[in-house]
């Protein structure tokens, strides 16, 4: 009945509306990614399961660690996840782009992609300058000494125990 009722009002929306359906169930038959916020089901269709191991990252402001358990949710998923995001940007823009690019590739419009789109640029003083002002915002502080550590913990007893050295994330938070 929709169908029927927008091709009275309007063809060409209908065509238009038409193709979005076919696109959409094309990429998603193609190569099994989901291309639309449509029935995004598969984000939640594995169990996903912790191993021994975590990798825990420490921040230390004026070289004391911060309490985590003080901040908001938000804050501490600001402080932390950015950490780990730029950590990892290095391996992740290479393999991002080849993964996007082998996929639309499958799509038959892969060509047209440019690595640049892919890359992200931002440098270890860019960052620094931005993560303080971040830091600074959410706990309140005024950051003379900034500085940051990765820890592999494991669960034992219902604690987590340190099972490796802290590593300094160099390049991230450099003062």
Same mark, same amino acid.
């Given at each position: +009945?929709?169908?029927?009722?927008?091709?009275?009002?309007?063809?060409?929306?209908?065509?238009?509306?038409?193709?979005?359906?076919?696109?959409?169930?094309?990429?998603?038959?193609?190569?099994?990614?989901?291309?639309?916020?449509?029935?995004? !089901?598969? +984000?939640?269709?594995?169990? !996903?399961?912790?191993?021994?191991?975590?990798?825990?990252?420490?921040?230390?402001?004026?070289?004391?660690?911060?309490? *985590?358990?003080?901040?908001?949710?938000? &804050?501490?998923?600001?402080?932390?996840v950015s950490l780990e995001n730029y950590?990892?940007?290095?391996?992740?823009?290479?393999?991002?782009?080849?993964?996007?690019?082998?996929?639309?590739?499958?799509? &038959?419009?892969?060509?047209?992609?440019?690595?640049?789109?892919?890359?992200?640029?931002?440098?270890?003083?860019?960052?620094?300058?931005?993560?303080?002002?971040?830091?600074?915002?959410?706990?309140?502080?005024?950051?003379?000494?900034?500085?940051? *550590?990765?820890?592999?913990?494991?669960?034992?007893? @219902?604690?987590?125990?340190?099972?490796?050295?802290?590593?300094?994330?160099? @390049?991230?938070?450099?003062?």
């Amino acid at each position: +009945m929709f169908l029927k009722d927008l091709w009275l009002y309007n063809k060409k929306v209908t065509l238009a509306f038409l193709l979005f359906i076919l696109l959409w169930f094309f990429f998603n038959v193609k190569q099994g990614a989901v291309a639309t916020p449509i029935l995004q !089901y598969a +984000m939640f269709s594995e169990n !996903y399961h912790l191993g021994d191991t975590q990798n825990i990252v420490r921040l230390f402001i004026n070289n004391q660690p911060v309490n *985590f358990s003080e901040l908001s949710v938000s &804050g501490r998923d600001q402080l932390q996840v950015s950490l780990e995001n730029y950590a990892r940007q290095q391996q992740t823009n290479e393999l991002f782009f080849t993964t996007m690019q082998r996929i639309l590739n499958k799509a &038959g419009v892969g060509q047209w992609m440019k690595k640049e789109y892919y890359t992200n640029t931002v440098t270890d003083q860019q960052f620094t300058e931005w993560y303080t002002q971040l830091a600074e915002r959410i706990t309140g502080e005024k950051i003379i000494h900034l500085s940051a *550590f990765q820890q592999k913990f494991i669960l034992q007893n @219902g604690r987590l125990t340190p099972v490796a050295s802290p590593v300094k994330l160099n @390049g991230i938070v450099a003062f």
